[in-house]
């Protein structure tokens, strides 16, 4: 039998397995291990091409990047574009909710993140912010495209809103409500991204000149 073509292992098959594992099985579950045995292969031939456990995740890291649609920041009417990008920053890691824990704490040293960062600060920029200023948004964006995207409010109340009668009025009244505006519980979390967003580019704009 010939040498096969080409090989059976590339770097970029061996990220989208990983990225595949973390989606499926958590961050925990992510070992060269479960990735060798996803790929058919021995983990030891994972390391021809990657070298080590946190190789791994930076090459997760550089796909979900990827993903994220920069195109908005260039947008010259900033609000438009902060909140397109937003929530397509926000739509990878409802994709991808598993990678947050694996990625969030991690040095960012992803090209594409970088990139991404930079013109996230550039339109800031054009908004009228100073560079400190700047910086605070683009975290406090962070936080809240992140937090919305791992935990989301509704996650904790599993029972239907009448259940919390007549312990929690008040709770059973608020989840009643929102769900009359359709959407359950998606709906619901989905509108209290959109609030703080405003709020945020509220607050952009307040402090422009």
Do not use: C
């Amino acid at each position: 039998m010939g040498r096969p073509t080409k090989a059976l292992l590339t770097r970029g098959r061996i990220a989208l397995a990983a990225l595949q594992v973390v989606d499926e099985d958590g961050p925990d579950g992510l070992t060269m291990r479960a990735l060798a045995e996803r790929l058919g292969v021995k983990a030891a031939s994972l390391y021809n091409h990657i070298q080590s456990k946190d190789a791994l995740v930076d090459t997760v890291s550089e796909l979900v990047n990827d993903e994220i649609d920069h195109t908005p920041l260039g947008d010259p009417d900033w609000r438009a574009g902060l909140a397109a990008y937003a929530r397509g920053y926000r739509a990878v890691f409802l994709r991808h909710p598993n990678t947050i824990a694996l990625l969030a704490r991690r040095r960012v040293e992803a090209a594409s993140a970088l990139r991404g960062y930079d013109a996230l600060l550039a339109l800031l920029g054009r908004a009228g912010l100073g560079p400190a200023d700047a910086a605070e948004v683009a975290a406090a964006l962070d936080y809240l495209v992140l937090g919305s995207a791992m935990e989301t409010f509704t996650a904790g109340f599993t029972r239907a809103p009448a259940a919390y009668r007549p312990e929690y009025p008040a709770l059973a009244d608020a989840l009643d409500g929102s769900f009359a505006r359709g959407g359950g519980a998606t709906g619901l979390d989905d509108r209290g991204f959109e609030l703080g967003l405003g709020l945020l580019l509220d607050g952009v704009e307040r402090r422009t000149p």
